[in-house]
């Protein structure tokens, strides 16, 4: 039964437009579509239906990690579901994990590691600006994670405080610099996610990469399109999430090999990169 302080996603299958609410006693949700009375949704169950003053229904649906981190409060640009989830994925942690990531921001993604490492998990985050850090941790605060995240407001030229993380990640402006403090907080065998927007910044970050000894060095991007979901007329939708940023992921070795040859093999077809449909069928 729903109460004060859960967090709810009210939906219209009229229009597809949603709200998401932390129910309060005595407010209302207003929409074009009338207003509905939190006081009313509370002690119904997600799944549920309340209608509008004006008589037009909403669902009462459970909000996804993905639908909060899209709407937090943000004085920076946000990373998309569409890269948090693959991040997750090929950073390989979980339940238990401690994570440590640069570049807080508003603290989305932040927000998404806290949920996926669980109470027993752990998420290091910083940013040099105080201002940013304040506004990640009443985000994390709303999503009910900050008990599972530590922010430190300061620079990393210095480096990271951890050892033996299970993931890092990169989203600053100059990844290449601080990719040997990366090495040095992660454990081996572990990876190095990166994210950047421009061409010339993923050259400066390879060329480091291969320096400190990384390997299985990945570069991609992903796109993303949904589809109107009217049974009488499938199609792509009219708007589209492309380019949002260019996404490198590497695996921290024991031992640092030469350089030169990891970049020389890195160059060579099918070397660095998921194997092409040629190599796949052999």
């Keep these: 039964m729903l109460s004060s302080g859960d967090l709810v996603l009210l939906w219209s299958p009229a229009k597809g437009d949603s709200f998401l609410v932390r129910l309060s006693p005595g ?14 949704i509370m002690g119904m169950e997600y799944g549920d239906v309340i209608s509008t003053n004006k008589g037009s229904p909403f669902f009462i649906l459970r909000p996804t990690v993905g639908e909060y981190t899209r709407r937090i409060k943000r004085q920076t640009q946000v990373i998309f579901p569409k890269d948090s989830g693959f991040i997750i994925q090929h950073l390989n942690f979980g339940p238990g994990s401690t994570v440590v990531e640069c570049g807080t921001g508003s603290g989305g993604l932040a927000c998404v590691f806290a949920h996926f490492v669980g109470d027993g998990g ?72 990166i994210l950047v927007p421009t061409f010339n910044q993923i050259e400066k970050t390879l060329v480091s990469l291969y320096s400190f000894g990384f390997v299985d060095v990945q570069v991609l991007e992903l796109l993303v399109r949904y589809f109107k979901t009217d049974p009488r007329r499938i199609r792509p939708d009219d708007t589209m999430t492309a380019h949002t940023g260019f996404l490198i992921f590497a695996a921290k070795a024991c031992r640092q090999p030469d350089a030169k040859s990891l970049a020389e093999d890195a160059s060579e077809p099918g070397r660095g990169s998921f194997p092409d449909e040629d190599e796949q069928s052999e």
Excluded: C
């Excluded at 990169?170 to 990719?179: E, K, M, T």
């Design 27 to 40: 407010a209302a949700q207003g929409s074009h579509l009338g207003q509905m009375r939190h006081d009313d």
């Design 122 to 193: 752990r998420v290091v985050s910083y940013d040099r600006r105080e201002e940013f850090s304040h506004l990640a941790e009443s985000n994390a605060e709303r999503w009910g994670v900050r008990d599972r995240i530590e922010f430190k407001t300061r620079d990393i030229w210095d480096g990271f405080d951890e050892r033996g993380a299970d993931a890092v990640f990169l989203d600053v402006q100059n990844p290449w610099d601080f990719i040997g403090a990366a090495r040095e907080a992660l454990a081996p065998g572990h990876r190095l996610g």
